[in-house]
């Protein structure tokens, strides 16, 4: 028996479409979508999203910027330039790439990010009013996760999500989006004591933690359903999951694939934030 694919190609579709619909009324109205991506990082698995980023933006006929300050770039010059940019009248949407460089903390360089443009949800006022759920802008891989498992029927409602990795940009938002549709939601990390023991209770397993392959088949209860947020470059260039696919694809019921899962629902949903926030 093998898992269900649970893709994210076709629902990114749907929301590409719809946002380059938006995208052109806002255009021929004068309002010309922009987004500014703002990079410190020579990380891979980033550079991967802002090049998908900036191929989808074009795409959907939204001007892409893309800011690369250099990996070596300080706190003070990051928050400098997502002031500027938030200023700008003729950007309407702003998100800096994690991982940032030493010392340098999202949560506290996001909060210079307008919260009208801070369509990656990394200001921590727009987390704040997830978690009271009050309307802002979710982080596009959060609510990317929910978007998945929606497209493919899967009823959120009295099941057991256990969410692995607690970071702003992922972990803690999907907490709070899975609670908001009335799942169960246990959230793990590194201190978590046998992992396996408490994902394998689960309806849900959302690994969203960086290390290719360490969500095994002992990870997983017979027949759950598996998003694998993970993006780990591999030495020849592609791109694996935190999910051991191969093993874990023979006991779970259903795995988002890594490529072509949450990723691509990602990079749309924040084209669709950023129409959203230029038709304000
Ligand atoms: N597909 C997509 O659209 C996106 C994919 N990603 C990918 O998702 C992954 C996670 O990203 P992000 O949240 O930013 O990463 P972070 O490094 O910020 O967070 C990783 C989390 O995983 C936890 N963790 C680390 N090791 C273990 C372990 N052995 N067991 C259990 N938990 C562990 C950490 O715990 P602790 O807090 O204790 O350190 C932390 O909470 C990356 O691969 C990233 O590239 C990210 C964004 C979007
Ligand atoms: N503030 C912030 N927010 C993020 O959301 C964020 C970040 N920083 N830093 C880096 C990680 C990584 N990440 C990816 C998103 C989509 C793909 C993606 O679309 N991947 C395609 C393959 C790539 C392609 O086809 O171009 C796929 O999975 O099918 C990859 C990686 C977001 N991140």
């Known amino acids: 028996m093998s898992a269900t694919v649970l893709s994210g190609k076709e629902p990114a579709a749907a929301i590409r479409a719809e946002t380059a619909a938006r995208a052109a009324e806002l255009a021929a109205s004068g309002t010309h979508p922009r987004l500014a991506v703002v990079v410190a990082t020579a990380d891979e698995s980033s550079a991967w999203y802002v090049r998908s980023i900036a191929r989808a933006a074009e795409k959907a006929g939204i001007a892409c910027d893309i800011v690369d300050l250099g990996s070596d770039a300080s706190a003070r010059d990051i928050r400098h330039r997502l002031a500027v940019l938030s200023a700008d009248e003729s950007v309407h949407g702003v998100i800096l790439q994690t991982p940032l460089p030493e010392g340098a903390k999202l949560e506290d360089l996001a909060s210079a990010i307008a919260p009208g443009k801070d369509v990656d949800g990394a200001n921590p006022l727009s987390l704040g009013r997830l978690a009271a759920g009050l309307p802002a802008f979710a982080p596009a891989t959060a609510e990317a996760v929910v ?134």
């Open 147 to 280: 978007t998945v498992l929606d497209y493919h029927g899967v009823e959120l409602t009295g099941l057991h999500v256990a969410v692995i990795g607690r970071s702003t940009v992922v972990g803690k938002p999907a907490a709070h989006l899975l609670l908001d549709r009335n799942a169960t939601v246990t959230v793990c990390h590194s201190r978590t004591r046998d992992l396996a023991a408490v994902t394998s209770a689960a309806d849900v397993v959302v690994a969203a933690v960086g290390r290719a392959g360490l969500i095994t088949a002992e990870h997983v209860r017979a027949g759950a359903v598996v998003v694998d947020v993970g993006t780990n470059p591999t030495d020849d260039g592609g791109l694996v999951g935190d999910v051991d696919a191969a093993s874990v694809a023979e006991k779970a019921g259903a795995l988002t694939p890594v490529p072509g899962g949450v990723g691509p629902v990602t990079t749309a949903l924040l084209l669709r934030h950023t129409v959203q926030a230029a038709a304000r």
